[in-house]
């Protein structure tokens, strides 16, 4: 069984510039969720998708984040624009239900200069 | 304010011996918790968990104990191998919270396991 595939796996930019990261998630799973990691910390949950719906997305800085889940399968963040402090590592999350077994992609390490 | 809380950023235990990382969790509503690890440049992987109504979970070396009194849970790694060398997540969610959060999972900043050989 293929995991979550993410890419890139590495980006760097110039502050303002826009960024957007891919995640496909493992096959028939309907639940999506996108984490921020930062360096030191946990991974932080940005946004829950269930199937093409966004559920869960009150941590998801909407001033500068978006997201969409188009046809309830792969799914984009993308930030514009990006600031400094948006460097992390993005990671990309999937799961058969809601509550179940969470199931990681390797991430994109983000770097803005 | 941190909801899971993991106090050791690292430990180092010797080879074959056992290793015992530590979390715990303020919010009473969690009655799932989890233990993922992290290698380098890859996502976490799921390890091991266990639910509120158990106090004690094994499978193979790994061992997760829960002491929902203490709100404090336990991994405990026997014997330790150079191969568990990682970053370790401690992981808690709130199945039965039917609102919005429900299966949302609050990690801890992790900790740096090293075992020497």
């Known amino acids: 069984e293929a995991g979550v595939v993410q890419s890139p796996r590495y980006k760097i930019i110039e502050k303002k510039q826009p960024v957007a990261f891919w995640c496909n998630p493992i096959s028939g799973h309907n639940t999506l969720y996108w984490y921020r990691q930062n360096l030191g910390q946990g991974p932080e949950l940005l946004i829950r998708y269930e199937n093409e719906e966004a559920v869960d997305d009150s941590q998801l800085p909407k001033d500068r984040f978006s997201a969409e889940r188009l046809k309830g399968v792969d799914s984009t963040l993308k930030i514009q624009p990006a600031e400094l402090g948006d460097s992390a590592v993005y990671l990309c999350a999937s799961s058969g239900r809601r509550g179940a077994q969470q199931f990681f992609g390797p991430g994109t390490r983000l770097t803005v200069l | 304010d941190q909801q899971v809380k993991q106090n050791s950023p690292s430990l180092s235990v010797q080879e074959g011996r056992i290793s015992i990382l530590n979390c715990d969790y303020t919010n009473s509503m969690f009655d799932y918790f989890l233990w993922y690890k992290k290698y380098p440049a890859e996502g976490p992987t799921f390890l091991i968990s266990i639910s509120s109504i158990k106090d004690k979970n094994e499978d193979g070396r790994f061992t997760v104990f829960l002491n929902k009194s203490a709100k404090h849970l336990s991994l405990h790694i026997v014997p330790s191998q150079p191969g568990d060398s990682a970053v370790y997540f401690c992981?808690?969610?709130?199945?039965?919270?039917?609102?919005?959060?429900?299966?949302?999972?609050?990690f801890g900043k992790g900790t740096k396991l090293s075992v020497k050989p």
């Open positions: 992981a808690a969610s709130a199945l039965m919270n039917y609102g919005g959060s429900q299966g949302n999972l609050i």
